[in-house]
């Protein structure tokens, strides 16, 4: 997957969770807008208030003489008991504020699952951006300096002709002699510095960390065995094209490595260097 992919896959996911989030808020708006009881039956409307909060508060019975009614009093008769006594029993109805309820449970339930939501939804966009945010100095991902040209080039290619990596861990990539005919694919881009160049030390068939086999003068795969000249050409094994690459450059004499992007090649038609030039050192492909 390629970072433009996982950079396309983050954003879906937090739009997802964004119109996830925004949905849950505007629906407990609605909820909020509508009346307490509405979508309640008048019969469960009088037994809910009759039971909540209320205060009871039973008025002694009067036998003889009828009580007058009061507004907001409800009235229930009983049965009489007895032949000449009535009973009456009357409840007063107190209604209670949403201030002086207080917090009930089903919003408090509701405010702790938004609340962890909103909490998972910053964690991962502080991971997010932790992880794409581009690296503004030093390491893998920005310009990183291999060493002065001079040194860099002594390095490479040694006394008697052979090659000999020159690899730099914090640019992943392994400096080598460029190859003698540059593809017309990299037109425009900057891949070869002072008859060098540099490759991703990962192998493109699923990723292994390439080893350098001095006595094949070669890359060797010990994972599933791909084999690659000097130049990064793909010459045996499993993997779909040539060693990738990044751009170089000489700065006030340096070598600089542009991690920044990594450039891919398709298999070489035909290799530019002999290869194997000895022994290999994983075995044969
Ligand atoms: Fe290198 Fe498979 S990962 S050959």
Not at 23 to 47: H, M, N, V
Not at 223 to 236: D, N, P, Q, T
């Amino acid at each position: 997957m390629s970072f433009t992919d996982a950079v396309l896959i983050g954003v879906a996911i937090f739009a997802i969770l964004g119109a996830i989030g925004a949905f849950t808020i505007a629906y407990r708006r609605s909820e909020k807008a509508k009346p307490a009881d509405s979508g309640l039956s008048a019969e469960t409307l009088s037994a809910d208030r009759s039971m909540e909060g209320v205060r009871v508060e039973p008025i002694p019975t009067v036998t003889e003489e009828p009580v007058e009614e009061e507004p907001e009093v409800v009235e229930e008769e009983l049965e009489p008991v007895g032949s000449a006594v009535a009973v009456v029993e009357t409840q007063r109805v107190v209604e209670v504020t949403v201030e002086e309820g207080g917090v009930s449970r089903r919003q408090f339930f509701n405010r702790a699952i938004a609340g962890t939501f909103f909490a998972f939804l910053g964690m991962q966009g502080v991971y997010y951006l932790a992880f794409f945010w581009p690296k503004l100095s030093g390491g893998f991902g920005t310009d990183v300096d291999a060493g002065a040209v001079g040194d860099v080039q002594g390095s490479v290619i040694s006394a008697d002709g052979s090659v000999v990596p020159l690899f730099v861990p914090e640019a992943k990539a392994y400096v080598v002699p460029a190859p003698p005919n540059e593809s017309d694919q990299f037109e425009g881009r900057s891949v070869q510095a002072a008859g060098l160049q540099a490759l991703f030390q990962r192998c493109v068939h699923l990723g292994c960390r390439v080893p350098w086999c001095g006595p094949s003068q070669g890359f060797e795969c010990p994972c599933h065995g791909s084999k690659y000249s000097y130049l990064g050409e793909y010459f045996a094994g499993p993997a779909p094209r040539n060693l990738d690459r990044f751009q170089v450059e000489v700065r006030n004499g340096r070598f600089i490595i542009v991690t920044g992007s990594v450039l891919e090649t398709p298999r070489a038609p035909s290799l530019s260097v002999n290869y194997p030039q000895g022994p290999s050192c994983i075995g044969a492909a």
